[in-house]
């Protein structure tokens, strides 16, 4: 964090501006108390964090095995090019379970790791 300015060159213009209102915040509701300002900031932060991380998304397949549907998340970075839309709906898609891993064979031959996160049926 630039102490001068208050803001971290990490986050995005929102993010930082969202952490601002959350310190302002937190400076009022403490009775405007002078000195905190780092204090305020590095609560902020961690707050806003929080609730982001909360609310993200993750990329997932969901897939039909033997009437039972398993959705898998699976990391982008490690998703070797993958892109949604490879399979199309009842598109036959070879794959395998390893305990709470579902793997699935792409179109050219590679795999997909997914992590299930829910089973239905």
Not at 35 to 40: H, P, V
Not at 51 to 72: F, I, M, Q, R, S
Request: glycine share 10%; hydrophobic share 35%; charged share 30%.
């Amino acid at each position: 964090m630039d102490r001068k300015s208050g803001k971290s060159g990490k986050y995005s213009p929102q993010m930082q501006e969202a952490i601002r209102r959350r310190a302002t915040e937190l400076y009022q509701r403490s009775g405007a108390v002078e000195g905190q300002d780092i204090a305020n900031w590095c609560q902020a932060e961690a707050e806003i964090l929080r609730e982001t991380a909360a609310h993200a998304t993750h990329p997932a397949v969901v897939v039909n095995l033997e009437g039972v549907v398993y959705t898998g998340e699976y990391d982008v970075a490690a998703a070797d090019g993958y892109t949604p839309g490879e399979w199309k709906p009842g598109d036959r898609v070879p794959v395998r379970l390893d305990g709470d891993r579902l793997f699935l064979r792409r179109p050219n031959g590679r795999e997909l790791q997914t992590n299930v996160v829910k089973r239905i049926g």
